[in-house]
């Protein structure tokens, strides 16, 4: 029998496939302890990961030998170490007034200082302009820019070589030209195109660029699965912008999005993540001759920093959202464009709309990243039963990252909900105390829903069996998305 099985696979399959599956084997094999290592105690993603190496064998190593590895830890022990001198070098540069009132809104503790962790102590005295579309902040970036007099710090995923792209760039040569200190820090791969173009003509002594994690493809380097995903630009030292959008015409016209105008001593905590983020892919420490107190109030509202990234040990990001959920009361209204929530998020959302709270989930109708779509309907049905309801936007591509909890708690910034923004992404957000800046984006969100469709009903369960078996695919991969 054996000898009959061996000629049958030698003789009548080709040789060279023969010789292939042999070499699959040996490479999902290989695959195999690496996997189980790096997700151990967490089933859900071993599991998603060894799927992908059994049925398509060469495709998944590579992934996972790239993208899947989350043990890097001689990049992320760079950064922590670069974290740490950077901290020491800007000891005092922060704002240091506490303010108490999250502790019935946001029940974490957060009293204290986490140095280089990412979650900020509350402060109070901040002021908050909302712009709630593209038009409206890149007048108010332009505006910024051409009135700024000593520094523009900018941190962005994307910065498109477009209309838009050029313009903001050619605002901020202008600046560099009448003496302003110019620092501007892309997203290696967000920014690739931008970044091989415009790199080596800028550098100057009023401007500089640098990209974050550089990465190649000859050898592998898995930093590729780590990006700078926040959004911020300050200026002055005085005010700062922060929020969903990159720079490009697509964020000015075409993509519904949001950004919000910080002014009070929150800037100094931005401007903290910025220093970190640059000592970190530039070697400079850019120490401020003068520190920032408290006594530069703005206004009147109390505001959390949350600063997440792959070098934090604690999930912060996630945790806030997770904790913010439990704590409703009233309402819960989540509106992000890429929905793959965590099993305890999935656990939060479907308790509060379970114990009376009004959750309602707004995502795109038609996302620009299709996968994440098919798998954020996988988890309509489950959640619907509980009573959270799902409304899909037709209008413009959603791009927007808001959380409105109850009357006061409204929790916005760079990070969406899904596994690669609380786990591999460096991320920015930022949950704002305030009834008036809460009903100015309650007021934003209904007037999304009249864009939007509810699913419901007979909706929940496609009638056809291909969208059910995609979208229970593109679910079983949830947890690599």
């Known amino acids: 029998m054996f000898t009959l099985t061996f000629f049958i696979v030698t003789e009548l399959i080709p040789r060279y496939f023969f010789y292939t599956l042999i070499l699959a084997d040996v490479l999902v094999i290989s695959a195999v302890p690496s996997v189980l290592v790096q997700r151990s105690g967490k089933p859900l993603g071993a599991l998603s990961w060894l799927f992908a190496l059994f049925t398509i064998p060469f495709l998944g190593v590579l ?112 600046a560099a030209a009448r003496g302003v200190k110019v620092r501007i820090l892309l997203d290696a791969m967000g920014s690739r195109p931008f970044l091989r173009k415009y790199k080596r003509t800028l550098s100057s002594s009023k401007l500089e660029m640098h990209a974050f994690l550089p990465y190649t493809v000859f050898p592998f380097k898995p930093t590729i699965n780590f990006r700078n995903h926040r959004k911020l630009i300050i200026i002055d030292r005085r005010k700062a912008f922060t929020g969903g959008m990159n720079i490009g015409a697509q964020y000015q016209h075409e993509w519904r999005d949001l950004m919000i105008d910080c002014r009070g001593p929150i800037v100094s905590q931005l401007e903290e993540v910025f220093l970190e983020d ?84 707004l995502i795109p109708a038609q996302s620009d990243v299709w996968v994440t779509q098919m798998a954020a309907r996988a988890f309509y049905s489950s959640l619907a039963a509980a009573g959270v309801r799902f409304f899909e936007f037709r209008g413009k591509v959603l791009h927007k990252k808001v ?51 509810e699913i419901k009903g007979e909706e929940l369960k496609p009638k056809h069996w291909l969208p059910v078996l995609l979208n229970s695919i593109a679910h079983l991969f949830s947890p690599l998305l």
Not at 115 to 120: D, H, T
Request: charged content about 25%; overall charge positive.
């Open 403 to 453: 959380m409105l909890v109850d009357q006061e708690l409204s929790i916005l910034g760079s990070a969406n909900v899904d596994q690669r923004s609380f786990k591999l992404n460096f991320e920015i957000s930022i949950a704002v105390h305030s009834r008036s800046h809460n009903e100015r984006l309650t007021t934003c969100f209904y007037e999304e829903l009249s864009q939007s469709g």
């Open 63 to 174: 992934a996972w030998w790239t993208i899947g590895r989350t043990h890097l830890r001689r990049q992320l022990r760079k950064r922590l170490k670069a974290t740490k001198k950077f901290l020491a070098l800007q000891e005092g540069v922060q704002a240091k007034r506490v303010s108490k009132a999250f502790k019935s809104l946001l029940p974490v503790k957060i009293s204290g200082r986490y140095r280089g962790s990412g979650l900020f102590p509350p402060t109070t005295g901040n002021s908050f302009t909302i712009l709630s579309d593209g038009k409206e902040f890149f007048e108010a970036l332009s505006k910024s820019i051409l009135g700024a007099e000593h520094s523009i710090w900018i941190l962005m995923y994307i910065w498109q070589d477009d209309e838009t792209g050029r313009h903001v760039l050619s605002l901020v040569r202008n």
């Open 278 to 361: 640059w000592f970190f892919a530039s070697k400079q420490s850019l120490v401020p001759d003068r520190v920032r107190t408290d006594g530069e109030r703005e206004g009147n509202c109390d505001a959390t920093l949350i600063a997440s990234g792959p070098d934090n040990e604690e999930a912060w990001m996630h945790d806030i959202f997770f904790n913010a959920i439990v704590a409703a009361k009233e309402r819960v209204y989540l509106t992000t464009p890429y929905f793959i929530p965590s099993r305890p998020l999935e656990a939060a959302l479907r308790s509060a709309a379970q114990r009376g709270v009004d959750v309602r989930i």
